[in-house]
Structure formats: structure tokens, C-alpha cells
């Protein structure tokens, strides 16, 4: 379909209003006339002008206030140029006379410039001892002080009075006799589940702190006491609280002596483990032999009652002419008795089967108490082995650089060869002793059974 010239021409014009205008609405895109088309672009034209000119005169406003502000930045560069030039001739004068006072402050110092040297270098060996002393627990801020004056006595301005300089003589001397004592203070004290409360506090010189019958730790950063949540033996507790129930006289407790540098021999002590804790590092095979010791002792009890009873018995029987047969001796004469019609050879080999029936029920167990005692260090050393497969495949893992924790990796492994050896040694010693009582009995039967073929040789 042709478009006429008209509507060409119309066309035309809206591309140019579209073009000239950005703002015109989308309900004015549209014109219904061409008059009203050329009204359109008149209007825009007209806008853009004025919209134009305020742009201009806005740019002229702002490039006059732009010669004005750098004007003013130049006139203030140029004065600060100058006054930098007067400051670094003035800082150069004062460094001059600076250096002049302090060359005069040597001077009239003299000996105390030695004597103010050592007592910054004897105040920071106090505040070190007295930031960890258990003293502090008791008589708290004295380090503040110390501060204080090793300050002054580092500042160029200021200078330490006598009566500072006494204190700290006098804080010195009250740690070296507070070391000494025995006092007895309430203070605030957390137990192990972090509940706190006032309790009475006895602090034995500088080396231990203990209230209702346990040890504390003071925590230098905190400045709390709080109950060690592992406490040493029972012996050394009861020695707390004698302690604290004592009004005079001598009492006996445990102390540290590294208390006033840690503690390091208490926690040492603290932390080593118990027997039983011991007894658990041997893990499985450790309770295997534990079982085996425990086994081997009752057969042991049992073959040691049946042993005493058997030999009672017998020494029963040698007092008694007539055979009884509750006991070995007894059967062996039995024996003999229904063989003694028969020839001497007949009644030795008679009497000699009755032995032989005896000895087993004598010597039960005991080859398995022989067994027990070889075979407990053999599993002991295959826990010692395990375990040090398991501590060499964690230093594969984590390396070695933490001694502690290899020792106590071989140390567990060799609670196993401990175990067998504890379970060995008595093993074999009462195997040795139960085998020797059933050796007797069987010693005791074959000498009354040639005692009867003797007395049968004779009346032939």
C-alpha cells in the first residue's frame, strides 16, 4: 500500500519532534493535526533553549567561584610555605636546646642516674615475682604502684620522690616476710562448676593456697582463686585440713616448692596418672591379661585349698594302720591289700598302677598355671607392640614435635608389659610353690609303696 505525500510529510515531522525532545510523554507522542505537530516541535525547541541557557549561566557561575577557590588555595600553599620554614627553624633551635638539657640533666643527675638505673631494673624484678605471687591473692594492687614509679623514673620530666623509693624498699621487704607466713583470709573462691563463694583461705607462705581441705590456684591475669578441679592424693589432703583445723603448733602438709615460679612439681604431680588410670592405657589387651592373672589366681586358690586338704588327709592315713579310702595314701594301702596273696612283682606293679591313678587328680591345673605364667608376657608384649604402632602412625600424622604426647603414647603402651610381668611373676611362683606340695604327696605315696613291697620281700 503507497503513502501519500501527506502522510509522509507527517510521518517526517513526528521523527524530527521525537528526535528534538526526549522529555514529551507517551499520551503526546501522537498528534492529530499537522498543526498541532508543528505546535509540538515549536514547544520543544523553545524548552531545550531555555533549558540551555540555564545550563550556561549555571557553568559561568561556577568557573568564576573555580578562579576564586584556586586563588585562595594559592594564596594558603604559599602561606603555609612560609610558616613550614619558620616551624623547621624553631624545631631546629628547640633540638639544640634539647640536646643542651639533657646534657645538663647527666650532669647534675650524676651517681643517681646509676642508682635510678637500678632501681627501674630491681622494680621490674618485683613486679614480675609480685604479679605471680601467691601473696597477691591476699593483698591485691601492689603492682600499680610499681607501674607507677617505673614510669617516672624512665620519664625525662619526672623524677621519683624518697618516699616512693622507701615503699618500694618496704614492698620488698613485706614479700620476703609475707613468704614466710601462714595467714589465714576469706576471699572469693570458684569450685571446679564455676559456682562462687566466700570462703576462709589459708595461703602457706608463697608456695600454696587451700580451703576446706583442697588445694586452689591463683590465676595471675583474673586475680581469682579457684579450686584445682584435680586434687593430689589423699594423704596430702588430710594434710590440708589438719592444717586448717590446727590453732598453734607444728602440723605437717604438702607444699611446692616451685610454687612461687608456677607450681610446675604439683601439676607434675596432679596429672600423673593413677594406678587404675594406668591400668586403662593398656586398653584391650591389658584387660585380657588382667582376666588371665585373675583366672589363674583362682585355680591357683583352688588347687592350694585342694592341695592342703589331699595332705591332711594323708598325714591322717599314716597315723592309721587301716586303709581308708577318702584319700590317695589310703587307696595306694587298698590296693596293696587286695594284692597281698599275690608274688612281690605282682603286688609292685599293682601298687604302682594305684599311683599312677592318683598323680593326675594331684597334679591338675598345674601345667595350666605353667601355661598362664609363659603366656602373660608374650601379651604383653603385643600390647607393647600395638601400642607403639598406634603412637608411631600418629607421629606419621601429627608429627613430632610435641614430646609430651609421644612419652605419653610409649608410656601407655608399656603399661601391657608391666601387666604381664605382674601377672607372670606370681604365676610362676605359685606354680612353683603348688607344684613342689604336689610333688611332696606324690614323693609321700611312692615311699609307702615301696615301704609295703619291702615288708612283703621280708616275710617271704
Known sequence: MKLTFKQNLIALFAAGALALSGSVSAADDKAASLDELLKMVKNSQISESSDHKKREAEFRTQKANQAKLLANAEATKKAEEVRSVELEKTYKEQEIQVQAKRAQLDERLGSL???????????GDLRSNLETSMVSAQIAGRTEFITNLIEKMNSETKLPSIDEIERLWYELQRETVEGGKVVKFTAEVADPSGN???????????????????????????????????????????????????????????????????????????????????????????????????????????????????????????????????????RVMKAGEDAANADTETMELKLEEAILKEVPPIESWLNLLKIISM?????????????????????????????????SGISGALVTTVLGLIVAI?????????????????????????GLIAEKSERK
Open 426 to 450: 606370681p604365676t610362676v611362683l605359685l606354680h612353683t610353690f603348688l607344684n613342689g606340695k604336689a610333688k611332696g604327696i606324690v614323693h609321700l605315696l611312692e615311699e609307702e609303696s615301696a
Open 113 to 123: 642516674k646509676e642508682l635510678f638505673g637500678h632501681l627501674t631494673s630491681t622494680s
Open 375 to 407: 603366656v602373660a608376657p608374650l601379651l604383653g608384649l603385643l600390647g607393647t607392640v600395638t601400642g607403639m604402632i598406634v603412637t608411631f602412625q600418629a607421629i606419621t600424622v601429627y608429627g613430632a614435635g610435641d614430646p609430651k604426647a609421644m612419652a
Open 196 to 330: 562462687k563463694a566466700q570462703r576462709e583461705v589459708i595461703r602457706i607462705g608463697n608456695y600454696n593456697l587451700v580451703s576446706d581441705g583442697k588445694y586452689l590456684r591463683y590465676d595471675v591475669k583474673s586475680g581469682s582463686l579457684n579450686e584445682l578441679p584435680r586434687q593430689p592424693s589423699s594423704s596430702f589432703l588430710k594434710g590440708a585440713s589438719a592444717l586448717e583445723s590446727a590453732s598453734s603448733g607444728f602440723t605437717k602438709v604438702g607444699i611446692d616448692p616451685t610454687g612461687p615460679s608456677g607450681g610446675s612439681m604439683m601439676a607434675a604431680l596432679i596429672n600423673s596418672p593413677s594406678l587404675v588410670e594406668r591400668w586403662h592405657q593398656g586398653n584391650e589387651v591389658g584387660y585380657i591379661i588382667t582376666g588371665v592373672g585373675a583366672f589363674a589366681l583362682i585355680i591357683a586358690l583352688i588347687k592350694f585349698l585342694s592341695l592342703i586338704t589331699i595332705g591332711s588327709k594323708v598325714k591322717a592315713q599314716l597315723r592309721n594302720t587301716s586303709a581308708n579310702t577318702n584319700n590317695p595314701l589310703g
